[in-house]
């Protein structure tokens, strides 16, 4: 009699792992994941050219609806630029100020939230929603995808930067019209993510927000819903978040700032 094909918990054919990375690259893409950090203070220290490249051709490797890849990645090391984009922060700090009442707006005030100046390069990611024409695979019913995929350009950046020790920090208390303006972009493009780049102090254990009270880590089970919207359980489904390892992501020796 023949076997029944193996199937998983939730009764679908088991999937063959024969296309799965080698443990070591699995587990050095989950620790860029859960080691990743938005970086505000850096060392003055400049990226080598060959690792930047690096980090921009992964970044450049990003999925893109329709292959659109609507990215491109405006370099700035010039300090006087980076001076303006600087005092549109400032400005746009304290006018953020003004949304929060105390003692929540002394608390945001008293963070670091840009490295402009601090870190030796900033990045402008942008999207050109003329890319690849009028009509694009996969945009027709959902035109905001262009700007979906450029978000994943930005992650690639941030997990590649990662790997090569290098922090990452996104500024978006930015008005983009004063953006655009500074630094040369066209009207029909869209800044997406200013990302000021460079090496860290320190990776933090867990992120500045979190450490500082600002937020918490939402729990894996309050973001799953099953079959529907809403349904925290489904008796063909076991609990997902029940069935992750502990996420480890403590900063090795190796990767403590020297005193």
Not at 167 to 175: D, N, P
Not at 190 to 197: E, G, Q, T
Not at 205 to 228: D, K, M, N, Q, V
């Amino acid at each position: 009699m023949e076997r029944p094909a193996p199937t998983d918990s939730i009764g679908q054919p088991a999937v063959s792992s024969v296309f799965a990375f080698p443990a070591d690259w699995r587990e050095g893409v989950y620790q860029a994941i859960y080691r990743r950090r938005d970086i505000r203070r850096f060392r003055p220290d400049s990226v080598p050219p060959e690792v930047l490249a690096r980090v921009l051709q992964a970044a450049h490797h990003a999925p893109s609806v329709g292959f659109m890849q609507p990215w491109n990645f405006v370099v700035v090391a010039d300090r006087q630029t980076r001076g303006r984009v600087q005092d549109l922060y400032e400005r746009e700090r304290l006018a953020a100020a003004q949304f929060f009442d105390e003692p929540r707006r002394s608390q945001y005030l008293s963070f670091k939230l840009a490295g402009i100046l601090d870190a030796p390069l900033n990045i402008c990611v942008t999207c050109d929603p003329t890319r690849a024409g009028p009509a694009v695979i996969g945009r027709n019913s959902a035109p905001e995808t262009d700007l979906y995929s450029t978000c994943c350009a930005v992650e690639n950046l941030w997990l590649a930067a990662r790997a090569e020790g290098i922090g990452v920090g996104w500024v978006s208390i930015l008005k983009l019209p004063q953006l655009r303006a500074i630094l040369g972009i066209p009207p029909h493009v869209v800044p997406v993510a200013y990302l000021c780049v460079g090496y860290p102090d320190r990776f933090g254990e867990r992120p500045e927000l979190e450490e500082a009270g600002w937020l918490p880590r939402r729990s894996l089970a309050g973001t799953i819903h099953y079959e529907a919207w809403g349904r925290a359980a489904h008796p063909d489904w076991p609990a997902l978040d029940r069935l992750t390892p502990a996420v480890n992501a403590s900063t090795p020796p190796s990767e403590q700032p020297s005193t």
